[in-house]
C-alpha cells in the first residue's frame, strides 16, 4: 500500500549495534504466551487532537526511564512544510515519512499525521543507540520485545480492522505517490495473549485496550507494519 521513504541520518556504526543487539534479543529470548505490560497512558486531548503518534511515543519513553511529555515531543517531531494544494482533481502534499503533516493542535485547520521514521528520529535524541526500527518485519518479533516487558509504539487505523480500499486516497508529495487514510491513529502495543492484542490508546485515553489479535495485525500490516520500540539497558 505504502512507499516509504527511508532516511540515512543515523550514523551506520549506531544503527549496525542496535540492529546486531535486536538480533540477539531476537535468537535467545523466549517468546510469552501472554503479556501484559503496565506502561503510562496518556490522553492527547484536548492539547492534541491530531497529536496521536508523539502521545504514543510519550507512553514509550516514560515507560523507558525519560522524562518527557507529549506537549515537548510535538514540538521537536519533524514537521514537512509542504503546501497544501488540489488541482485538477489531485491533492499535491507532504510525505508523512518526512515529518507530521498539517496542523497537530487544531481540526480547524488541515492536517492528518507522520509516519515512523520521523518519531524513531525524536526518539533517538532521548535514547541515543537504543531505538530500533521494527518496521516491516513480523508480528512474532514484536512478541519478542514484548516478552521483555517492553512496550512498542505502531501505527494502525482508529477501526483496528483492516480498511476497504475507499477509506484511502492518493496524494502527490515532492517524493512521488503515496496512498493514506484519515483514519490513521497511533497506539502503543502492551500486550497480547491467545485472543487479544492490548494497546494504551491515546484518544481516548484507555489503557490496556483490548482488540482481536487477528484485526488489530490486519490494521498494522496494511498501514506499513510500522512499529519502533528500545532496546533494554
Not at 503479556?35 to 504514543?56: F, H, M, N, W, Y
Not at 506537549?71 to 508523512?96: C, F, H, M, Q, S
Request: with cysteine; charged share 25%; aromatic share 10%.
Amino acid at each position: 500500500f505504502f512507499t516509504h521513504i527511508m532516511g540515512t541520518e543515523k550514523s551506520q556504526e549506531q544503527e549496525t549495534i542496535a540492529q546486531s543487539v535486536s538480533d540477539d534479543i531476537v535468537s535467545f529470548v523466549k517468546i510469552k504466551e501472554k503479556v501484559l505490560i503496565d506502561a503510562p497512558v496518556i490522553k492527547q486531548l484536548p492539547e492534541l487532537p491530531r497529536g496521536c503518534e508523539v502521545t504514543s511515543l510519550a507512553m514509550l519513553l516514560q515507560h523507558g526511564g525519560i522524562q518527557t511529555n507529549k506537549i515537548e515531543l510535538a514540538e521537536k517531531v519533524k514537521k514537512d512544510p509542504t503546501p497544501y494544494k488540489k488541482e485538477n482533481g489531485r491533492i499535491y502534499w507532504g510525505n508523512p515519512n518526512n515529518g507530521f503533516i498539517g496542523d497537530m493542535y487544531s481540526y480547524r485547520k488541515r492536517g492528518y499525521g507522520v509516519y515512523h521514521k520521523p518519531i524513531k528520529d525524536l526518539a533517538e535524541q532521548y535514547l541515543p543507540g537504543r531505538i530500533i526500527d521494527l518496521t516491516g518485519g513480523e508480528f512474532a518479533e514484536l512478541k519478542t520485545y514484548l516478552s521483555l516487558n517492553i512496550p512498542i509504539w505502531v501505527v494502525v487505523n482508529s477501526t483496528y480492522k483492516e480498511l476497504s480500499e475507499a477509506a484511502f486516497q492518493t496524494w502527490h508529495t515532492p517524493d512521488g505517490e503515496i496512498k493514506i487514510t484519515y483514519r490513521e491513529h497511533s497506539v502503543l502495543i502492551t500486550g497480547y495473549d491467545n485472543k487479544n492484542i492490548y494497546f494504551n490508546d491515546p484518544l481516548t485515553g484507555t489503557k490496556n485496550k483490548a482488540v482481536l489479535k487477528e484485526d488489530f495485525i490486519a490494521a498494522w500490516k496494511q498501514m506499513g507494519r510500522q512499529a519502533i520500540t528500545y532496546l533494554p539497558d
